[in-house]
């Protein structure tokens, strides 16, 4: 079994993952911020712990601005919907994913107007692009950190830069770069970056969130609320971080699952994880230029992406879904086929609607895996 479908989810998952959710729940499965008992003390105390791991990861100072959801796409609609209001005007990538298309093409029937940044065939987005699409009733730009199809790595710091000189609110979707690339959110400026827990950050699924600053938070309106196990005196959602946000029973395995992994993120580094997977791409990209009538879609080297890849058979004559059936059913690989719920980014790339088998590599692979699979997909040619 060869897994390469990291960008889906990560497998396998950071070690201790697992047993902390499976002590939580048999040994200290008690609610947070609902009794006054020391069991749920100690609940509350590991939540606050994992908002402070989240903090040391993303250079945020204040824990109270980490809010827990259910991932990333939760985390986007809190933002995107909760935010905007009719008139108001957006600016996204060409590369975005459906986390943000969706929501906004909600909106767009509500009065809410967005305009896409064209990035070039290899993913790559000059700043420029975006400043040129600014206008008065900008009030938000929500952009990709690197793209879940090609892998292509977007300016973030010089838009959040131009964001915070024009004064439009800026969000940042780290789907495929937390726990992976380095992220300074003081330095980067953003209002808001949502991640999620299950892949770079090597969670569980059902788990992630996005850190706000105070004075976008308040700007904010809650999509849900109800219970938090706080102001219970009053019928109001309380106006205080994070209980804003988090009403209701949080997924109290999910963050302790979550703690773990971040704990061996942390420990590990970022940057030696990337750098094992970035070898990997390397090796693999290397392989690829060698496949007869393939196509390698966006940056054909490691520079300016994660380790996200992929190919089109396409062009030589062959279907992509039975190239990914083969490598799985023959040869044990595991890849992702389709669009990638990003049909905006395809088209952007040249793939649509046809899509592309995604190799997306994890540190846990390995050299002979990649050799594997570029022997597997040389024979599948081969044999038409």
Request: glycine content about 10%.
């Amino acid at each position: 079994m060869i897994y390469f479908d990291n960008g889906s989810t990560s497998y396998p998952k950071a070690p201790g993952v697992g047993e902390a959710m499976a002590n939580l729940l048999a040994h200290a499965g008690f609610n947070a911020n609902r009794g006054g008992y020391s069991g749920a003390y100690a609940v509350e105390d590991m939540v606050l712990d994992t908002r402070e791991l989240v903090c040391r990861l993303f250079h945020w100072d204040d824990p109270k601005g980490v809010i827990f959801t259910a991932n990333v796409t939760q985390s986007l609609n809190m933002l995107l919907k909760g935010y905007l209001a009719p008139g108001d005007h957006v600016v996204v990538s060409s590369l975005e994913h459906n986390a943000v298309m969706r929501p906004l093409t909600q909106l767009v029937k509500h009065g809410v107007a967005f305009d896409a940044a064209q990035a070039d065939a290899a993913g790559v987005l000059p700043v420029e692009r975006v400043e040129a699409l600014l206008r008065p009733q900008t009030k938000l730009v929500a952009l990709t950190h690197a793209s879940n199809v090609c892998g292509t790595v977007l300016p973030i710091c010089e838009v959040g830069a131009l964001c915070k000189k024009r004064g439009v609110r800026f969000v940042v979707d780290s789907a495929q770069t937390a726990g992976v690339l380095p992220i300074d959110l003081q330095a980067l400026g953003a209002d808001a970056l949502a991640f999620t827990g299950h892949k770079g950050l090597l969670g569980p699924q059902g788990i992630g969130g996005m850190v706000i600053a105070e004075d976008f938070a308040q700007a904010l309106t809650p999509l849900l609320s109800g219970g938090t196990g706080s102001a219970s005196d009053s019928e109001e959602v309380p106006p205080f971080l994070p209980d804003k946000f988090e009403s209701g029973t949080l997924n109290l395995p999910g963050i302790a699952g979550l703690r773990a992994a971040l704990g061996y993120v942390l420990s590990a580094g970022t940057a030696t994880l990337h750098s094992a997977e970035m070898a990997l791409a390397a090796r693999f990209l290397q392989g690829a230029e060698t496949l007869s009538g393939v196509r390698i879609v966006g940056k054909k080297d490691t520079q300016g992406r994660v380790a996200v890849v992929s190919l089109d058979f396409t062009p030589a004559s062959l279907d992509n879904a039975m190239v990914a059936y083969k490598l799985d059913s023959e040869y044990g690989i595991m890849t992702r086929c389709g669009l990638h719920c990003a049909p905006r980014a395809h088209k952007t790339l040249g793939t649509f609607p046809q899509g592309t088998i995604r190799f997306a590599f994890g540190h846990r692979n390995t050299a002979q895996e990649v050799d594997i699979c570029i022997d597997a997909l040389t024979k599948i040619i081969r044999e038409g």
